[in-house]
């Protein structure tokens, strides 16, 4: 069924501007529906059936857009910060285009699913599909999420086994089992060493948590998949691309409670 949505809203979800500047181009005769002028903004119309026009241009309704960044390090996963720049403003230097068409040159709705530190790099989706985005991160989902970390310091030999198990982090928190491997044909404990690391939750800092609870520090991380979406290793850290319809497809059919673990 077609969305019922508020003018403005839709014109702002679109990226023409925000609520107020539309409010001031309709005034000002700059927004059509379905061929007529309408100079009032806060009237319901059916995105995807009514036809809209800005500046005698349709603007293309677009319901969902998925895109996967490779998230790179100095960057916070917000769509707002006073201080950082944002992974959104990352996206929104080069605006994705619109399928279909259209004047939408920059839409104002995307927002990344879960955080990243912000020394942390690789995946994240970023998406403006609000239900998708609480089913990942549900914490009753246990999504996968797999890392690939470097580390310094020395694993204790049993480190395997007790991420197996579920670790204790040093303030009590109880973990679920995850996995731990080598990552660069050594042993888990050799140090320095690359590893990866796959956790079903997420919890603040908890890849970091997690080695500090065995002793050790995590000096780079990357996030290389999430349920069932794995990093484009194309992709150059601060590029995005689309996901391709399988992949969106992929996401949405997620088992109930998936693990690789
Ligand atoms: N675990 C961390 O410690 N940091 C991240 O960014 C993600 C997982």
Redesign the pocket.
């Known amino acids: 069924m077609d969305k019922k949505i508020r003018l403005d809203r839709f014109l702002a979800d679109m990226g023409v501007g925000t609520r107020s500047q539309i409010r001031d181009m309709a005034k000002k005769g700059r927004i059509e529906v379905n061929g007529v002028t309408v100079r009032k903004t806060d009237e319901k119309i059916q995105a995807g059936r009514d036809i809209v026009r800005w500046d005698g241009e349709e603007v293309a309704y677009v319901k969902a857009e998925y895109y996967m960044l490779n998230k790179p390090s100095g960057v916070v996963s917000a769509t707002e910060d006073n201080l950082h720049e944002t992974v959104i403003d990352l996206v929104m230097k080069h605006p994705p285009k619109i399928p279909g068409g259209g004047q939408s040159p920059k839409r104002k709705d995307l927002f990344p699913v879960g ?3 912000i ?2 790099e690789g995946l994240l989706l970023i998406t403006n599909d609000g239900e998708l985005a609480h089913r990942l991160l549900s914490p009753r989902r246990h999504v996968d ?1 797999r ?1 690939f970390a470097r580390i310094t310091g020395k694993l204790p030999e049993d480190a395997r086994k007790r991420f197996e198990e579920g670790l204790t982090l040093s303030d009590g928190t109880k973990l679920l089992p995850a996995h731990l491997e080598a990552r660069d044909g050594g042993k888990e404990n050799q140090c320095p060493g690359e590893v990866a690391v796959t ?1 079903r939750e ?9 080695f500090e609870a065995l002793g050790c520090r ?1 000096v780079y ?1 990357k ?1 290389l998949s999430m349920g069932s979406l794995v990093l484009d290793e194309s992709l150059k850290p601060g590029e995005y691309r689309p996901l391709s319809e399988k992949e969106v497809e992929e996401l949405k059919t997620l088992e109930k409670e998936p693990t690789g673990l």
Do not use: C, E, P, S
Request: no cysteine.
């Open positions: 955080r990243l530190d020394d942390t999420k890392y956790i997420g919890k603040f800092h908890q890849v970091k948590r997690m995590v991380l996030r």
